[in-house]
């Protein structure tokens, strides 16, 4: 198997046309042999976390709102957690240092680790056994690393662009790609 993204983003390119996936951008959670999943960072809904799980409002990252996750099972909800450093926990699935799954069906005070801050997440995105690195490889998206805050930006409407602008060589050029370049 080729390299794994795991704990990486994956940002759609301008030739990623899919609505569901339209600027885009994925931290992937899970990559091996089998397939890939993921979560959308910049598509908060109108739903405040307050109103679906009360027990997780008073760490939700502002905006204070549940996110898209992405296309697939949105009836299911996957949680991402910032904290510093503390020893491996039940509930706790690091990504990478500060940030990780966590588990929404434990009690945020009986996770055994301090979390300073959560955001959650309706459906995910997810790959079948080769998809993603095929779709990487017809370059619909960029794979970069991630940084602890993107999964809690407080600006998820520019992430894109904030994401892409921070990269090296060609890849930032396209930080300024109009949205339709028809109209260019």
């Not at 339209?22 to 109103?51: C, K, M, W």
């Not at 706790?92 to 966590?102: A, H, I, M, Q, R």
């Not at 991630?146 to 409407?157: M, V």
Request: proline share 9%; net charge negative; charged share 20%.
């Amino acid at each position: 198997m080729p390299r794994s993204f795991t704990g990486k983003l994956l940002v759609a390119t301008p030739k990623l046309e899919d609505p569901n996936f339209y600027r885009t951008v994925i931290l992937i959670v899970a990559h091996d042999a089998e397939g890939a999943f993921g979560v959308v960072l910049n598509r908060p809904l109108d739903a405040q976390l307050s109103e679906h799980m009360p027990d997780w409002a008073s760490l939700a990252a502002p905006p204070g709102v549940v996110f898209l996750g992405g296309p697939v099972e949105k009836v299911r909800a996957l949680g991402l957690g910032r904290r510093r450093w503390a020893p491996p926990c039940p509930g706790w699935t690091p990504l990478n240092d500060e940030v990780g799954l966590v588990d929404l069906t434990i009690e945020p005070w009986r996770l055994g680790t301090p979390l300073d801050e959560v955001r959650v997440f309706t459906g995910y995105a997810g790959w079948t056994a080769g998809q993603l690195d095929a779709e990487v490889a017809e370059d619909a998206w960029f794979v970069v690393e991630a940084l602890a805050g993107d999964a809690f930006t407080r600006n998820p409407e520019s992430l894109w662009q904030e994401v892409v602008r921070r990269q090296h060589g060609k890849i930032a050029m396209y930080a300024h790609y109009p949205a339709d370049p028809s109209v260019n």
